[in-house]
């Protein structure tokens, strides 16, 4: 019995495939037909899916933004940023550098620069030894071996903790050696035994101090950091004053501005940066008939209101008035936080948008009027923001809550879509069983039909 055209094969745990029919019907395609719409509930419970880890994707982010928002804020809590130092000023920072170290006497100072302090100098050319000869300058040996020249005996003098100079290679194996400290020589200086080294003639230099004048009144220093010459007040002499002398002005002791607006400034990105995220979210609008996994995974956050509620609250901050300072510094807003000025063409993009800016010089003034309410309303301040962030990104938080919502989602979306692929492949393999089975029958009762026919004919040609 022929069963041409019938071809059923699987493999251990695999489904049936049915190919070359005997019914002539095409009963993959059948199959595959009844498949897809089976499988149409695993479709959309992916879709969910990819929605639900797209949402939790985009929270997350936000969350980490918000966290460091608040610790950007924390930092107005510190007292140390309000802590009062004194700011000494130079009019040729060039010539003349000052610093104030504690204490120091307010208002100018003037100084004259006639010497800069130098370090005592002598030179010397080097013959290279044939065997090993010992080198002794202030008393302390070196050693330079056989072959060795000026570079050898250099490095061995910079390299020694305990050497007096420090030692420079010219051409010609000619090796500079200046004293470690600046200042007058006294007596004979830079003291130099060994027969490999031979003192060039007329090159000798003596080490001098600075000369200088505070307020006409002379003064000398071994150093060019001088800080005995002005109480509170350190000066690095750097050039000399042909031109007259270089004026120092000693401010009182204040908060220092650049500080608190170097702080401002850092929160005002990480803030506008934050902001611009979340907006992002709010107003990506999801495909109207998404068909591709990224199209499911974009706007999941459109027009969230818990994030607009948190944005406007964030933004209402920064111009609300905090009770008990006055008026003059009772918000961010009075300190120069703002969205900026309107200008002729109107308000600008980044306004409209939320994006903050500072006005370094209203900050400033500010500061210097009223240093205490200031510090008081930028503590104050900053406590409720971190309040109103944390509520929503600290751990255990409202941000986390839904992360974790989506997460326990997802994990029962896959739980499911597991199961359902499970059943799917049984109904699959089910299908094909009984499609395969189906055409064995037919293919067999078209042999036996087949054969009865031949059978037939056979006999009525031999009557």
Same mark, same amino acid.
């Given at each position: $019995?022929?069963?041409?055209?019938?071809?059923?094969?699987?493999?251990?745990?695999?489904?049936?495939?049915?190919?070359?029919?005997?019914?002539?019907?095409?009963?993959?395609?059948?199959?595959?037909?009844?498949?897809?719409?089976?499988?149409?509930?695993?479709?959309?419970?992916?879709?969910?899916?990819?929605? *639900?880890?797209?949402?939790?994707?985009?929270? !997350?982010?936000?969350?980490?933004?918000?966290?460091?928002?608040?610790?950007?804020?924390?930092?107005?809590?510190?007292?140390?940023?309000?802590?009062?130092? !004194?700011?000494?000023?130079?009019?040729?920072?060039?010539?003349?550098?000052?610093?104030?170290?504690?204490?120091?006497?307010?208002?100018?100072?003037?100084?004259?620069?006639? !010497?800069?302090?130098?370090?005592?100098?002598?030179?010397?050319?080097?013959?290279?030894?044939?065997?090993?000869?010992?080198?002794?300058?202030?008393?302390?040996?070196?050693?330079?071996?056989?072959?060795?020249?000026?570079?050898?005996?250099?490095?061995?003098?910079?390299?020694?903790?305990?050497?007096?100079?420090?030692?420079?290679?010219?051409?010609?194996?000619?090796?500079? *050696?200046?004293?470690?400290?600046?200042?007058?020589?006294?007596?004979?200086?830079?003291?130099?035994?060994?027969?490999?080294?031979?003192?060039?003639?007329?090159?000798?230099?003596?080490?001098?101090?600075?000369?200088?004048?505070?307020?006409?009144?002379?003064?000398?220093?071994?150093?060019?950091? @001088?800080?005995?010459?002005?109480?509170?007040?350190?000066?690095?002499?750097?050039?000399?004053?042909?031109?007259?002398?270089?004026?120092?002005?000693?401010?009182?002791?204040?908060?220092?501005?650049?500080? @608190?607006?170097?702080?401002?400034?850092?929160?005002?990105?990480?803030?506008?940066?934050?902001?611009?995220?979340?907006?992002?979210?709010?107003?990506?609008?999801?495909? @109207?008939?998404?068909?591709?996994?990224?199209?499911?995974?974009?706007?999941?956050?459109?027009?969230?209101?818990?994030?607009?509620?948190?944005?406007?609250? $964030?933004?209402?901050? $920064?111009?609300?008035?905090?009770?008990?300072?006055?008026?003059?510094?009772?918000?961010?807003?009075?300190?120069?936080?703002?969205?900026?000025?309107?200008?002729?063409?109107?308000?600008?993009?980044?306004?409209?948008?939320?994006?903050?800016?500072?006005?370094?010089?209203?900050?400033?003034?500010?500061?210097?009027?009223?240093?205490?309410?200031?510090?008081?309303?930028?503590?104050?301040?900053?406590?409720?923001?971190?309040?109103? @962030?944390?509520?929503?990104?600290?751990?255990?938080?409202?941000?986390?809550?839904?992360?974790?919502?989506?997460?326990?989602?997802?994990?029962?979306?896959?739980?499911?879509?597991?199961?359902?692929?499970?059943?799917?492949?049984?109904?699959?393999?089910?299908?094909?069983?009984?499609?395969?089975? *189906?055409?064995?029958?037919?293919?067999?009762?078209?042999?036996?039909?087949?054969? *009865?026919? !031949?059978?037939?004919?056979?006999?009525?040609?031999?009557?």
């Amino acid at each position: $019995m022929s069963t041409s055209g019938l071809s059923v094969g699987s493999t251990a745990g695999a489904p049936i495939t049915v190919s070359g029919l005997a019914s002539g019907l095409d009963t993959s395609s059948i199959i595959a037909a009844l498949m897809s719409v089976e499988r149409e509930p695993v479709a959309h419970l992916t879709d969910q899916e990819t929605r *639900l880890q797209a949402e939790q994707t985009q929270l !997350q982010s936000i969350q980490s933004g918000l966290q460091q928002l608040s610790f950007s804020a924390a930092e107005f809590v510190l007292p140390s940023l309000y802590e009062s130092s !004194q700011t000494v000023t130079s009019s040729e920072p060039s010539r003349v550098e000052a610093s104030v170290t504690e204490g120091a006497g307010i208002g100018g100072y003037e100084i004259e620069v006639t !010497q800069l302090a130098n370090s005592a100098q002598r030179t010397f050319t080097l013959t290279s030894p044939t065997s090993e000869e010992a080198i002794t300058i202030d008393n302390h040996e070196f050693k330079l071996q056989a072959g060795e020249g000026a570079k050898e005996l250099a490095n061995a003098i910079n390299a020694s903790s305990s050497s007096t100079v420090y030692a420079a290679v010219l051409e010609g194996e000619t090796l500079v *050696l200046s004293s470690r400290a600046t200042g007058a020589s006294e007596g004979e200086f830079i003291k130099v035994t060994g027969a490999a080294l031979s003192e060039v003639a007329g090159t000798a230099k003596e080490g001098v101090d600075a000369e200088f004048t505070v307020d006409g009144v002379a003064h000398t220093s071994s150093s060019n950091t @001088v800080t005995n010459a002005i109480a509170g007040i350190s000066l690095t002499l750097t050039g000399l004053t042909p031109k007259g002398p270089v004026t120092l002005d000693v401010q009182p002791p204040s908060v220092s501005a650049k500080q @608190v607006e170097a702080q401002l400034q850092s929160f005002v990105k990480l803030y506008n940066s934050t902001v611009t995220t979340i907006e992002t979210q709010l107003s990506t609008k999801p495909p @109207v008939r998404p068909t591709q996994a990224d199209e499911f995974a974009t706007g999941t956050l459109f027009g969230d209101q818990e994030l607009q509620g948190l944005l406007d609250s $964030m933004r209402a901050s $920064m111009y609300e008035p905090i009770a008990g300072l006055p008026e003059e510094v009772s918000s961010p807003y009075s300190v120069g936080i703002s969205t900026g000025a309107p200008s002729a063409a109107g308000a600008s993009q980044s306004s409209l948008e939320g994006q903050l800016t500072l006005d370094p010089e209203k900050l400033s003034q500010a500061i210097a009027s009223n240093p205490e309410g200031v510090e008081r309303m930028l503590q104050q301040w900053s406590s409720n923001v971190q309040q109103l @962030v944390n509520d929503a990104a600290e751990p255990g938080g409202t941000i986390e809550a839904r992360t974790r919502g989506d997460g326990e989602q997802v994990t029962q979306l896959t739980t499911r879509i597991n199961s359902l692929n499970e059943q799917l492949a049984l109904r699959e393999k089910a299908l094909q069983a009984t499609y395969a089975e *189906l055409e064995s029958v037919i293919s067999k009762n078209s042999s036996q039909s087949s054969w *009865l026919t !031949q059978q037939t004919e056979a006999m009525l040609k031999s009557g």
